[in-house]
C-alpha cells in the first residue's frame, strides 16, 4: 500500500515540476480588465474547437458502429443513439457560443449604447 503512494507521489511530483519551474515570478502581476472579454473568447474557442474534434471523431465511431452491426438490431441502436447524442452536443456547444459572444457584446459595449444612460438620466 505504501508503495502505491510514494509511486503515485512520484508521478504527481514530475507532472508538477514543469508548472512549478515555469511559475517562477517573483512578484504578483495585475489583470487588465480590458484583456478578460478577449481570455474568455480564448477559452471559449478552444472548447468549441476540442468539442469539434471529439464529436467528428464520436461520429465517424458510430458509423463504424452502424455499418458493422448489419444484424444485430442492439448494436444499431446503440450506434443511432450516439450519433443522436453527439448532434444533441453540437447543438449546446453552438447555443453556448451564441450565448458567449452575446454576453460579451453587451458587457463590452459602452453604456451609451445600450441606452441605460437614457434609462437612468431621462
Request: hydrophobic share 50%.
Amino acid at each position: 500500500m505504501t508503495k502505491h503512494r510514494i509511486l503515485l507521489l512520484l508521478i504527481v511530483g514530475l507532472l508538477l515540476t514543469p508548472a512549478l519551474t515555469l511559475a517562477q515570478s517573483t512578484s504578483m502581476t495585475e489583470i487588465d480588465v480590458n484583456k478578460v472579454p478577449e481570455l474568455i473568447q480564448t477559452i471559449s474557442s478552444w472548447i468549441r474547437v476540442i468539442a469539434y474534434t471529439a464529436s467528428v471523431g464520436t461520429i465517424i465511431y458510430a458509423g463504424i458502429l452502424y455499418f458493422n452491426s448489419a444484424n444485430n438490431p442492439s448494436s444499431s441502436a446503440a450506434a443511432k443513439n450516439a450519433i443522436k447524442v453527439v448532434l444533441i452536443g453540437l447543438a449546446i456547444v453552438v447555443l453556448a457560443e451564441v450565448i458567449v459572444r452575446t454576453t460579451l457584446g453587451f458587457v463590452t459595449q459602452p453604456v451609451n449604447q445600450i441606452g441605460i444612460n437614457n434609462v437612468l438620466h431621462p
